[in-house]
């Protein structure tokens, strides 16, 4: 008995070490780095971002997450300048699902320097969008240590969204044309701070497009998607990196935020900042999604369909 009693432990550590839920105190301190003043608002082909994808490709190799192509550093052709995305790859366990990819993104990009106010011109963009790629980030440390997806996931962090979409529409047509077989593109927008007074964790951008809500808060046991009537209004759809993979591919492309014009003051602003930023909250969204994609993932059929 005392065997089998030591036996659980070693397991329940070993199950930790692999599945180890997202915390404030990581979630924390990716965001007090990708928000710092040294990144200096992370602006495409600035040494700020530059900064910043070295640190990712950091989180990338200790996590195991391999580059999709020659390196993790996938330069943009429609840019005046040196910018490129971050992308990395796990490849699905299953010898036919493999075949199949999901897209987990978010633009790590911001404005950089702007007008100062009180003698902060720095725009840090703690909100839009260092919480989405932390997002992302966490996700690929889930996913790199447990290894045991089906299909095949890309981790994709795009520069110059600030500038017109420029690395998602890069990205989008440089697979299309590899012919890459994309299944859904899941995208993360401003994720930092909780909503108020909703009966959802986060909203979907195209909510109304396809059943991804419904498959999103099956997976999850909860309401993590819901609909934002402003996301419609403002056309949020439209205004994130999963549009051009929409686009392009004519598959589920999605975009889950908590930013609802009204719980956040610091748009483009020096504000943004991560003090600003409810970690907790962050760590949450984490731990809630992981159900919701490994089910995505893992799922024997394409269950996400448009309308």
Known sequence: MKYCFYM???????????????????IGEIMN????????GRE???EGIASAANYIETIFKENKIKPYFKTYRDTLTNFDGLA????????GKDKDL???????????????RIEPKDGDAIANGANDNASGTTTVLELARYFGNAKANKRSIIFALFSAEEKGLLGSKHLAKKLKDTGLNLYAM?????????????DYLMYLTGYNLSNLADISNEYSE??????????KEY???????????HEIYNVPSHTYSTFDFTNFDHYHQVGDEAEAMDFGHMANVVNVLIPVMEGIINSPEQEIKYN
């Open 222 to 231: 909860q309401t993590v998607a819901g609909f934002l009537p402003k996301a």
């Open 33 to 40: 780095f990708l928000a710092s003043d040294e990144l200096q």
């Open 98 to 112: 493999k075949k199949e990819f999901v897209i987990l993104g978010a633009h790590y990009d911001h404005i950089g």
């Open 186 to 198: 899941l995208n993360f927008e401003m994720v930092g701070v909780p909503l108020q007074d909703k």
């Open 84 to 91: 490129y995305n971050m992308v990395g790859f796990i490849e």
């Open 44 to 46: 495409a082909g600035t």
């Open 8 to 26: 659980i432990i070693l397991l329940t550590v070993g199950c930790k070490s692999l599945h180890e839920p997202a915390t404030s105190e990581r």
């Open 235 to 245: 056309n949020l759809f439209n205004r994130s990196d999963n549009a051009p993979f």
